[in-house]
């Protein structure tokens, strides 16, 4: 079963959804067969990469609200990561364009390193001190802590184009689903859960797909004694 979640670094549910899904996905009895897969979606799409504030300014700009209300909605945030485990600096982060880091995820996808680098993206965003906005050697250093080469990841950052398709590709993809917001859980491409639910929620929605699977229909004019190899070894034609 495939589990496909869109979703954007500068998004603090999505941090915290993740953290929600996978309690629920690590206490599925079916884990080992559940692939999971990041797809790219961007919060601040017109963002210049340049353009960085503080997500306090960005919030009241954005949405109208106060400096106050904007602060205690961090805070809830903050209480809602603790809750799952997570760290959230509710003070003094910083918001910009993601978009160099969907694709820097892209190439980790290739490399099979995908759910390693977000999830130091992640971290790295909401619970520590230095930008990941402003510095392509920071993505680097967080890419080569997710086992990625630094000279290949140099070269994707170095290159606007390097998996810029791929971006866009999944951010249409995202729109055709009808997702408007993130996080976004698609499984099997029959079930869809919106934003971060709780735990149990998850762990409902991966029974119920895992469930409603369609059995295996096997090709009926195939031929019956078709050479193949069980338990006890391969038979081998005798001449």
Known sequence: MRVEIWSDIACPWCYVGKARFEKALDAFPHRDQVEVVHR???????????????????????????????????????????????????????????????RLLHFAKQQGRQDELIGLLYKANFAEERTVFDDDERLVELAVAAGLDADAARTVLADPAAYADDVRADE????????????????????????????????????????????????????????????????????
């Open 40 to 102: 790219s979606f961007e919060l601040d799409p017109g963002r210049a990469k340049g353009d960085i504030q503080p997500v306090i300014r960005m919030l009241t700009k954005k949405y109208g609200m106060s400096e106050a209300q904007a602060q205690a909605g961090e805070e809830n945030l903050g209480t809602q990561a603790a809750a799952e485990g997570l760290e959230y600096r509710t003070r003094d982060r910083d918001h910009g364009n993601t978009f160099d880091m969907h």
């Open 172 to 239: 249409r993809e995202a729109a055709e689903l009808g997702a408007n917001g993130v996080p976004f859980f698609v499984l099997d491409r029959k079930y869809g859960v919106s934003g971060a639910q709780p735990a149990e929620v998850f762990a409902q929605a991966l029974t119920q797909a895992w469930g409603e699977r369609p059995p295996l229909r096997l090709i009926q004019d195939g031929s019956a004694d078709a050479q193949a190899c069980g338990p006890d070894g391969c038979a081998v034609p005798q001449s």
